[in-house]
């Protein structure tokens, strides 16, 4: 039992640690007051003299911390600036050592020079970007100013490195994005040049606190390197709204890395169309003030078209007739307007080039040979132009945009489907959005009828059902099936001959996914292979159960953990002082 205890104490500590570091100040003080009461539970079980004392200066360790915390939090102070290290075990160990990244050896002026050259080279490859092309030449020249400050032991005035990139779809955001991350990893900034894309999608989940798992996970993945936020402005549409939205929980996540510095900082780059994303940025305060750069990326020009679409040709070994390459840049002036090139930029070209593709291969005999059979002709190209007309090249897909289809396919079922641009215009996209709605908002949407307000609003509350029905369910999961026994669970694993070992050492459901290698060993279990197979069951029994029961109950035990520590976090603290003065001085 003192082991149970002892482990389970050290495991919140940990998480405690990791609150701490991400200044998540008021879940840490909650962590490190309930680590310490584990332990001193521990207390009563534990026999060894040496371990009651070690056990004492964890407890006493995790008090100070929560004392320390909840002065800053609560008093007005800066929590930050009582931090210090804090134990609790092996995890947070492996993690100060993950952070320890030493500074790279300086970098010679041939390495400066050969960084710069070959982002020359990246930003000669794309077309048009001037304005993109003259700011990351000033971008380059001022991170290697700051690396020559550095050598000469100078200070550096501003070390934030966020970006924000503004514009249309197929501008090149995310290929400039790329070029930053591999500028930093060169100048010595970071610590590798991967980018990892995400949108709402990836970050936003449907319960409480999932948001925040899925946003630090994408952070941790990006470590070192960029974390590109695509179509961001999404993550605030329903908050400018005035309703509850679990993107919040995906910003304050973020938040709490940006002010972070050192080569395995994440960096941000913010990106979507120019008004939306202004309209983010104001929403979010805090967030412009953690932003250094801007970039605006312009629409391409025709002529830059027709560049694009010569230089994807080549790439792929094609070529035009002459015809054809003089007349392109009027076909696609005569064939598109402003507003279609606007929406689709440089995906644009992709599609006029398969098009255009299709027509040579209809137009072609079987026994082409040689040049006919990568040469377009200028009436592919005119084929090609003409079903702008009638198609439209297919947009990026969006995984937040994704519940648009679910959204319409329920107004549609309620006979509302007039509305459905109304709605996903308003970034109604998920089915969760509309569990907000109010009758005033459905009407906000242009939804006048009567009748009409009156099915959406039943519509919404159907949803509202599923939406609680669905929460019950998950509440049941962690409930498994296989746990009626040891006995069962072991059988349904082939492990029936262990049923002995486990029932004489009490081995029940509430201890066993915390056994280890060691403890089955302990236990009678002396074959490698045996203990292997079991262990493995094991292991892969508390994963399973841990994810379902987390997934189930994590927004009740938040919400249970958060009105305790607002309750009495003053109480419990007081109760383990008492409770640390009355355990036996080693």
Not at 36 to 50: C, G, H, I, W
Not at 431 to 437: A, G, S, T, V
Not at 481 to 494: G, S
Request: proline content about 2%.
């Amino acid at each position: 039992m003192a082991n149970d205890l002892r482990t389970k104490g050290i495991e919140i500590a940990n998480e405690a640690v990791a609150a701490d570091k991400a200044e998540n100040y008021v879940d840490a003080i909650n962590k490190y007051c309930k680590a310490a009461e584990y332990l001193l539970m521990a207390t009563k079980y534990e026999k060894n003299p040496a371990m009651l004392k070690t056990i004492r200066e964890k407890c006493l360790e995790y008090t100070q911390r929560a004392e320390a915390l909840k002065e800053g939090v609560h008093g007005g102070g800066s929590a930050r600036g009582k931090k210090k290290a804090a134990g609790g075990g092996g995890h947070e160990e492996e993690e100060e050592e993950d952070d320890d990244d030493p500074e790279p050896e300086p970098l010679t002026e041939e390495q400066l020079h050969k960084a710069e050259q070959e982002m020359e080279e990246e930003l000669g490859k794309l077309v048009g970007m001037d304005s993109v092309k003259v700011q990351m030449r000033q971008l380059c020249k001022q991170l290697q100013l700051d690396i020559r400050r550095r050598q000469e032991g100078r200070g550096v005035l501003v070390t934030i490195r966020h970006m924000i990139f503004t514009g249309n779809p197929g501008v090149g955001k995310t290929t400039v994005s790329r070029l930053v991350a591999k500028l930093y990893h060169q100048l010595g900034f970071s610590s590798k040049d991967a980018v990892v894309e995400v949108q709402k999608g990836d970050l936003v989940a449907g319960f409480v606190n999932q948001t925040a798992m899925k946003t630090a996970k994408k952070i941790k993945e990006a470590r070192g390197g960029i974390l590109f936020v695509d179509e961001a402005y999404q993550l605030t549409q329903a908050l400018q709204r005035g309703q509850s939205d679990f993107s919040g929980e995906a910003i304050d996540e973020m938040m709490k890395v940006m002010n972070e510095s050192g080569r395995k900082a994440v960096t941000f780059v913010f990106a979507g169309y120019k008004e939306e994303m202004d309209a983010f940025l104001e929403y979010n305060a805090g967030l412009e003030s953690r932003i250094k750069y801007s970039f605006n990326f312009a629409d391409y020009t025709v002529a830059e078209l027709v560049k694009i679409c010569s230089m994807k040709m080549a790439a792929k070994g094609y070529q035009m007739t002459a015809d054809a390459s003089s007349g392109l840049q009027s076909m696609i002036e005569t064939g598109t307007n402003q507003k279609l090139r606007s929406k689709y930029n440089g995906r644009l070209t992709d599609n006029l080039l398969q098009w255009a593709s299709d027509e040579m291969n209809a137009r072609l005999p079987l026994n082409a040979t040689g040049e006919q059979l990568i040469t377009l002709e200028k009436q592919d190209i005119e084929k090609a132009i003409k079903k702008f007309a009638t198609s439209r090249p297919p947009q990026k897909k969006d995984p937040s945009l994704q519940g648009a289809g679910q959204v319409e396919q329920q107004l549609k079922m309620w006979d509302l489907s007039e509305y459905a641009p109304l709605f996903v215009r308003a970034g109604y996209r998920l089915l969760i959005d509309l569990l907000h709605l109010t009758e005033k908002d459905i009407r906000a949407l242009g939804v006048n009828k009567d009748a009409d307000v009156r099915r959406a609003a039943a519509l919404v509350n159907r949803l509202k059902q599923d939406h609680r029905q669905m929460s019950y369910q998950m509440d049941a999961l962690f409930i498994d099936p296989d746990t009626q026994d040891i006995r069962t669970w072991l059988e349904k694993r082939n492990l029936s001959e262990f049923t002995k070992l486990f029932e004489k050492h009490r081995i029940d459901f509430e201890v066993l996914g915390d056994l280890t290698y060691e403890d089955i060993k302990e236990m009678g279990v002396t074959e490698i292979g045996a203990r292997r197979k079991v262990y493995r069951a094991i292991a892969n029994w508390a994963e399973d159960r841990e994810f379902k029961k987390s997934e189930a109950i994590r927004a009740k035990m938040l919400a249970q953990d958060q009105q305790t520590m607002q309750d009495d976090v003053g109480q419990r603290l007081g109760m383990l002082r008492k409770s640390l003065s009355t355990l036996p001085q080693q």
